[in-house]
């Protein structure tokens, strides 16, 4: 069975300093990987994903992130951080192939502090 | 293009009451996924549909159920309510046969049981 496990429910980041969200997968096959952002009463937007391409992948918001199979990990990485970035984070993954649901980690709450 | 929409936003029901939540997916996309979001569990899927048949469904008890009509609009219902089933009822539509490429969700219903 496919899991996702997302290392600290609540990271807490300075403006400008940068912003590390950590994902480790555990999947029988090669897997496809995402991360998903949610605002305060909203749904879950993706901010970018990983099919079997290139290993780093860069998303939307200066976001990227680096599947790295020997490690079993996608962490999540920007750069500088902004007051903007303060949402819960998902890290979530699926079969390569078919039709098989994503399952989803249990998220990190990012904080901002200015 | 309107995104997905959720209605209604809110409810609140009480214990051994049942509740439709309706789904209206992005124009064009046949795939609508339910997902049940608690801060204990998480996101954990519910079920799948994709043009009105139920493709894939999660580890939720009988009295969890789901439809989808023609225009690819989406009802879940769940009758005998439960307090545990409190919870943000998120609906996502995908764009693509394969279920697993991208998810477009909704904002959610928020469903308090009292």
């Known amino acids: 069975a496919q899991s996702v496990t997302q290392l600290g429910s609540h990271v807490s980041v300075s403006e400008g300093a940068l912003v590390l969200l950590r994902c480790n997968y555990s999947?029988?096959?090669?897997?496809?990987l995402f991360w998903y952002v949610q605002y305060p009463n909203q749904g879950l937007q993706l901010l970018l994903k990983y099919t079997s391409a290139a290993t780093l992948v860069k998303g939307i918001n200066g976001f990227e992130a680096e599947f790295k199979k020997s490690e079993t990990s996608f962490h999540l990485t920007k750069p500088s951080a902004h007051m903007s970035d303060a949402a819960e984070y998902f890290c979530?993954?699926?079969?390569?192939?078919?039709?098989?649901?994503?399952?989803f980690g249990k998220g990190t709450r990012l904080s901002v502090i200015a | 293009k309107a995104g997905v929409t959720q209605t209604p936003r809110y409810l609140i029901k009480t214990r051994g009451q049942q509740v439709t939540l309706s789904c209206s997916p992005i124009s064009g996309h046949r795939s609508v996924s339910w997902y049940q979001q608690t801060p204990g569990q998480g996101l954990q899927f519910l079920f799948e549909?994709?043009?009105?048949?139920?493709?894939n469904k999660g580890n939720f008890p009988g009295r969890f159920s789901g439809r989808q009509f023609s225009n690819s609009r989406s009802e879940m219902n769940v009758s005998t309510l439960e307090l545990g089933d409190s919870a943000l009822y998120l609906c996502?539509?995908?764009?693509?046969?394969?279920?697993?490429?991208?998810?477009?969700f909704g904002s959610g219903t928020q469903l308090s049981v009292l």
């Open positions: 996502a539509s995908s764009p693509e046969a394969q279920l697993n490429e991208k998810l477009f």
């Open positions: 979530a993954v699926t079969f390569s192939s078919g039709n098989t649901p994503l399952v």
């Open positions: 999947s029988s096959v090669p897997p496809y």
């Open positions: 549909y994709f043009s009105e048949t139920q493709r």
